[in-house]
Nanobody, 128 residues
């Protein structure tokens, strides 16, 4: 059974950076598409970035050019590097896995219901 655990959240000033980690246990991520989502109270969970099992990536317009998704060579951890953070980036951040999929599968941010495995979330607060 695949389990995901996020870490790396915290308080950061506007313009600062954070790197979130999503560690997988139970299985490696070779055949999973991985997505990063975020949610603020009262709003829908927003898909912000994903990586397909073959390594292709997608970004929401709100984070394009500021956030980077990556994966370690062992394919057990996925990262979200967040730069030039803004107060609007304050949210609980979740990673999620869609799969098992075919090799070199392309990811999609929506519908989020395609992601069957979710982590518990990590809080990111951007404030001075």
């Amino acid at each position: 059974q695949l389990q995901l655990v996020e870490s790396g959240g915290g308080l950061v000033q506007p313009g600062g950076s954070l790197r979130l980690s999503c560690a997988a246990s139970g299985r490696t991520l070779d055949y999973y598409n991985i997505g990063w989502f975020r949610q603020v109270p009262g709003k829908e969970r927003e898909g912000i970035s994903c990586m397909g099992s073959g390594g292709t990536t997608k970004y929401a317009d709100s984070v394009k050019g500021r956030f980077t998704i990556s994966r370690d060579n062992s394919k057990t951890t996925v990262y979200l590097e967040m730069n030039s953070l803004e107060s609007e980036d304050t949210a609980v951040y979740y990673c999620a896995a869609d799969g098992p999929t075919a090799t070199f599968s392309l990811c999609a941010l929506y519908p989020k219901e395609r992601y069957g495995h979710w982590g518990q979330g990590t809080q990111v607060t951007v404030s001075s």
